[in-house]
């Protein structure tokens, strides 16, 4: 599908542990990779994880037994003047 | 070589924590929670895993709540100094460690005030001079869980329930115990546990933790980089990373989970009935030395303490060293009010703490070695 290629998720935190917890407990569940975070994000933390591919609604479902303030975010692959678009979804 | 002071640091440890440590070291000691590349993310994973295991053994919910530290003492700081304000009153009891009196004594000049319950002669706290010590002010009660002196167990379960209904804060100092007795902070109703993870955990020294209850918010102890809102120039609040300043000991926290596999797969209950089946052969064998003085009322962890007659401890202690190859610890052990209570504070008392790596025959060589400076001592007059 044309939208899985012009655009990723990546969830965002305030700390590199609550990352590192995050990973640990949807790594099975989700493709992901960790990422430095994209400069167009809140720099809290220099670490992200990104959704190689996401089943938003399962994300949406398992969200809340995560208990970590995470953000996330849709990022446009496509960059215009040099930043990628960006949009936070609640969660 | 015999050594016999595990109640101050365990040693040998397990390989397997060797192995961690150096492999950590050579291969991905990248600074954790710091970069996102490979190396300090796979630091970061393993330090995260120690995390877990802690709260897996203690049944902590979240391994956020864990904080390292450099040893059991700057835990005990941290949760002292960090929840104690003006005005507040501590209960604790005269068989604790420096690790606590000292803070308090630091506490109280800031007008912090404290109780210290005397217990008996052999060690025992009495549950209704703790409650009457108990004032309208009172905002923590501390205790540890095993005496690093005698090995004598005070009630934290009894303790843990009273504090609950009341709602003040329970802390436990589980130095001597922490990889050796079962602690569920859940069920012993504990609001923050300190411990070293260089005793009965098996980690290397260097590493200490302190549990945070959820909903406590404590002052730290100190400022600094943690690798989270950089843009920030206040300490953060989340945890574990507002007392977590500066770069962690990474292959220590390592190597202290290391240490909690080993725990695991050997169980603690192989690991206690070890403890005992030496700890039983040893005060057997000591009782019937008649110049042998034993203190403390018959623990279940393997500190023992004792005196041989017309013998100050630190002689007893070098004879063993010198001509037996026995390393023991003599003295007070930081523990002066302890030694108050036992009435030793002019002779301290010799300590045998044995661990998992002692034997059998090393414990009858200690016996015989005993047997042979009682008589001597005897000999000579």
Not at chain 2, 3 to 31: S, W
């Amino acid at each position: 599908m044309d939208l899985e290629k012009d655009f990723f998720y990546v969830i965002t935190f305030e700390s590199p542990n609550q990352a590192i917890q995050v990973e640990k407990q949807i790594k099975s569940i989700f493709e992901i990779s960790v990422i430095p975070t994209p400069r167009e994000l809140d720099k809290s933390c220099g670490i992200a994880i990104k959704f190689n591919t996401v089943d938003l609604d399962k994300l949406f479902a398992l969200w809340p037994t995560i208990k970590i303030p995470g953000r996330l975010f849709k990022l446009s692959n496509k960059k215009i003047n040099g930043s990628r678009e960006t949009q936070e979804i609640q969660i | 070589m015999t050594y016999l002071d595990n109640a101050a640091t365990t040693f040998p440890k397990p390989e397997a924590v060797y192995q961690a440590i150096d492999k950590c070291m050579r291969h991905y000691a990248g600074n954790q929670g710091r970069s996102g590349h490979r190396l300090s993310m796979q630091a970061s994973r393993e330090v995260y895993e120690t995390r877990e295991l802690l709260a897996k053994l203690f049944n902590i919910q979240n391994p956020l709540r864990i904080v390292f530290t450099e040893n059991g003492t700057e835990a005990l700081n941290l949760g002292l100094k960090g929840v104690l304000e003006p005005g507040d009153h501590v209960v604790t009891s005269s068989m604790e460690h420096n690790s606590v009196y000292r803070p308090l004594n630091a506490l109280a000049e800031k007008g912090i005030t404290f109780s210290i319950v005397l217990c008996s002669p052999d060690g025992c706290l009495d549950i209704e001079a703790f409650t009457a010590a108990l004032q309208q002010n009172t905002k923590m009660v501390i205790l540890n869980h095993a005496s690093n002196v005698t090995g004598e167990m005070l009630p934290i379960r009894e303790v843990g329930e009273i504090c609950a209904k009341k709602g003040i804060l329970f802390m436990v100092d589980a130095a001597q115990t922490a990889g050796i007795l079962d602690i569920d902070v859940q069920d012993l109703k504990i609001d923050l546990l300190a411990a070293p993870g260089h005793k009965g955990l098996f980690g290397p020294q260097g590493t200490g933790f302190l549990y945070i209850g959820e909903g406590l918010d404590l002052k730290p102890l100190k400022e600094g980089g943690t690798g989270s809102r950089s843009e920030d120039v206040f300490q953060p609040l989340m945890m574990p990373d507002r007392y977590e300043s500066g770069t962690l000991n990474a292959p220590g926290i390592i190597g202290l989970g290391a240490g909690i596999k080993f725990l695991q797969q050997e169980t603690l209950q192989k690991i206690r009935a070890h403890d005992e089946k030496l700890r039983h052969y040893f005060i057997e064998a000591l009782s019937q030395i008649e110049t042998v003085r034993l203190y403390g009322a018959g623990a279940l962890i393997s500190v023992v303490s004792l005196n041989i007659e017309g013998l100050d401890s630190t002689e007893t202690a070098y004879l063993l060293d010198r001509e037996y190859d026995i390393f023991v610890r003599p003295g007070l052990h930081c523990a002066p009010l302890t030694h108050r209570t036992l009435g030793t504070l002019d002779t301290g008392t010799v300590r045998f703490s044995f661990s998992y790596f002692n034997t059998e025959d090393e414990v009858q060589q200690s016996v015989s070695a005993i047997q042979k400076i009682c008589l001597q001592k005897r000999d000579a007059g």
